[in-house]
């Protein structure tokens, strides 16, 4: 079992020298990655907006009047024919996202449905459907399901700032779920919602100490929506952004560390110091879930402009 973090190991990682931080980070990149290459995925909203809970930062939440067109759940055709442009962009994992407090089994079998056709296009398949009811992550394994993603959002002591419509404890219990039923967790957080680095400290310190920590970690950047809680609140500092992805990379060596959200207002620079960090793996494509995204062809320059490449599907790491 490896060693568990505790707050001022990590706290005294955080706070090293610009320079020493990025140079720890890409020496334990390296170990284990091609650090010139970047696992691409997309991200397809299936089932859009009326969600119950009231995600402080969410367009989708029922809470807010945030103008979002609501959309039901999407045909499998649709779902297919979105997979196989991904594919055909350059992704290698095609994910799903559904605004459900958790999915009803009636629904979960037309996920698992969409998640076989997927499958069959060659690619990574994820899924994310809020919280899981007993039986239903086997039901997601049976389907083919690589991966699960539930994000922690922050640390354990800002959850009910950000969230009061499930507790801490909620989702802790679906990502048990998920490992139970030998499913690849996704799992990650938001900075920028007001929290501080102590905070984001204590929720990368809640993912690295895991039995197996996620084998994806997707760390966002607030988008602050008009209409949401959250759509006055102060900017994070980029190199604080830049030093959580650095430490995330320390912490989890062998984790995907994914730039998600927010790229669409990074610069190409700001983008390119993350990946210095240690973040190898982006949504690829104009939306996440609702939300705005760089266009392929803003990213294909700026990979061409950094010579980096995208990974190839399921890559095999290398000895450094």
């Not at 996202?97 to 969409?114: F, N, S, T, Y």
């Not at 219990?173 to 690849?184: D, G, H, M, P, Y």
């Not at 959200?261 to 210095?276: I, N, P, T, V, Y």
């Amino acid at each position: 079992m490896l060693p568990k973090w505790t707050f001022s190991e990590v706290d005294k990682v955080f706070s090293l020298p610009f320079p020493e931080l990025m140079y720890a980070a890409q020496k334990e990149h390296r170990q284990h990655f091609n650090p010139s290459e970047i696992q691409v995925s997309t991200l397809l909203s299936i089932k859009t907006g009326s969600c119950p809970e009231n995600c402080a930062y969410c367009p989708q939440s029922a809470h807010y009047n945030t103008g979002l067109e609501k959309k039901s759940l999407s045909t499998i055709s649709e779902v297919v024919a979105a997979a196989k442009r991904a594919k055909e962009a350059g992704s290698t994992r095609f994910c799903m996202g559904a605004a459900w407090r958790g999915p009803r089994d009636q629904d979960l079998k037309i996920v698992c449905e969409m998640v076989k056709e997927v499958k069959k296009l060659g690619l990574e398949t994820c899924v994310t459907l809020g919280l899981l009811k007993d039986g239903q992550a086997n039901m997601l394994k049976k389907a083919g399901l690589d991966f699960y993603n539930h994000n922690v959002d922050t640390s354990e002591a800002y959850y009910d700032k950000i969230i009061t419509t499930r507790t801490f404890k909620d989702r802790l219990n679906t990502l048990e779920q998920i490992r139970s039923a030998a499913i690849k967790v996704c799992c990650g957080g938001i900075f920028g919602m007001g929290e501080t680095n102590q905070d984001r400290i204590k929720m990368l310190i809640l993912l690295a100490n895991m039995d197996t920590p996620p084998e994806s970690v997707p760390i966002n950047m607030l988008m602050k929506i008009p209409g949401t809680p959250l759509e006055n609140v102060e900017d994070i500092d980029p190199f604080d952004f830049v030093r959580m992805i650095a430490v995330a990379r320390i912490m989890m060596p062998t984790s995907y560390i994914r730039l998600s959200a927010g790229r669409e207002k990074m610069s190409d620079a700001l983008q390119a110091l993350c990946f210095l960090a240690g973040a190898n793996s982006i949504f690829y494509g104009e939306k996440l879930l609702t939300a705005q995204n760089p266009i392929p062809e803003q990213d294909h320059n700026l990979f061409q402009r950094l010579a980096l490449k995208k990974m190839l599907i399921k890559p095999m790491a290398i000895d450094g």
